[in-house]
Nanobody, 123 residues
């Protein structure tokens, strides 16, 4: 059973940085994709970034390109989201999420969710 646990959220001023972490375990297939989805009040859920475990492809939403960087430490089974140049519109709950493969992640067919970590961007 896949287990996901996020950490690293908090309050940061506009222009600041945060690093989110997601500890993961329990995968039985190599084809999965793992990434980050955020949800803000009154806004649609947004897929922020993901990595294909199969071939290492990486996706970023246009809204975060050039500011966010996703990476993994495969020895420790941790995925990171380095967020720089944070804007108020980046605020929300960030979830670590998986899909059976990269294509399904993009279709929104997500099968495992962490508990989420709150990111607040405010002065």
């Amino acid at each position: 059973q896949v287990q996901l646990a996020e950490s690293g959220g908090g309050l940061v001023e506009p222009g600041g940085s945060l690093r989110l972490s997601c500890e993961y375990s329990g995968f039985t297939s190599d084809y999965y994709a793992i990434g980050w989805v955020r949800q803000a009040p009154g806004k649609e859920r947004e897929g922020v970034s993901c990595i294909s475990n199969y071939d290492g492809r990486i996706y970023y939403a246009d809204s975060v390109k050039g500011r966010f960087t996703v990476s993994r430490d495969d020895l420790k089974n941790i995925m990171f989201l380095e967020m720089n140049g944070l804007k108020p519109e980046d605020a929300g709950v960030y979830y670590c999420v998986t899909a059976k493969n990269f294509g399904l992640w993009h279709l929104g067919r997500l099968d495992n969710w962490g508990q989420g970590t709150q990111v607040t961007v405010s002065s």
